[in-house]
């Protein structure tokens, strides 16, 4: 049986927990001791996502404190911080409807565009104009789900962009909960266009060593982010 840690006084709702990212990030979040919502298009998909959570974290019913589930809306509504694991492509469609209900929240876009293109404009930049009143940080673009969905402590950084330090370092500590994961601060929003290119980078370097690849960055000592 997992051993749930005290959860910090947040709840944070992942849009696209249904997903692999979202479902393994879900998963490690858990297993610090914060409380999740799961969110989806539909209440059933969230739900049976969350239930399968809590079966494998032997939680109980997924009505439990730990981890709830529902729409997307209902679940940003519901948080004080929301993480975005859903592809760039979905965000024209899916963010708008969750402006209202994102206002005044850390907003953590976690996508990259795919193919690899020379477009301008971030996937977090894009997050931002689509929900003018959050407080959109980028984020987690070099962390795979395969690595998080491993049992063994992360060595890795995650680089954070944000148009405000603060707004990247309100999610240090949810972030640095995940055993093994240090939390670094990139620069403003518009640096997300670096970040998030450096997946595609990871995912070229996968394929020809046949390993989970991530970034450490060198010469910061590890209580600085």
């Known amino acids: ?13 992942i849009i696209g927990g249904s997903g692999k990212l ?5 998963r490690k979040l858990l297993e610090a001791g914060h409380s999740i919502v799961i969110g989806s298009r539909s209440r059933e998909t969230a739900a049976a996502a969350a239930h399968s959570l809590a079966e494998a974290l032997h939680l109980g019913d997924s009505s439990t404190p730990q981890i709830a589930s529902d729409a997307n809306e209902g679940a940003c ?10 592809p760039e492509a979905s965000y024209a469609d899916l963010l708008p409807p969750l402006r209202e209900a994102c206002r005044d929240k850390i907003v953590l876009s976690t996508a990259v565009p795919f193919p ?4 301008p404009t971030s996937a977090g930049e894009k997050a931002q104009e689509l929900l003018p009143e959050a407080h959109v940080v980028a984020g987690l673009h070099t962390v795979s789900h395969a690595v998080l969905e491993s049992a063994s402590p992360l060595d890795e950084d995650a680089i954070l962009t944000a148009d ?6 309100s999610l240090e500590s949810l972030l640095q909960s995940i055993p093994g994961l240090r939390v670094v601060y990139g620069g403003p929003l518009q640096y997300a266009r670096i970040t998030e290119s450096l997946t595609h980078l990871l995912i070229r370097m996968n394929r020809t060593y046949h390993a989970a690849t991530g970034i450490r960055i060198t010469g910061i000592p590890s209580s600085t982010s």
């Open 22 to 26: 979202g479902r393994s990030l879900a």
């Open 116 to 119: 690899l293109s020379a477009s």
């Open 1 to 13: 049986m997992t051993t749930l840690r005290t959860p910090d006084d947040v709840k944070v709702a």
């Open 77 to 86: 509504q519901s948080a004080d911080i929301v993480i975005l694991a859903i």
């Open 164 to 169: 405000d330090p603060r707004d990247a370092e």
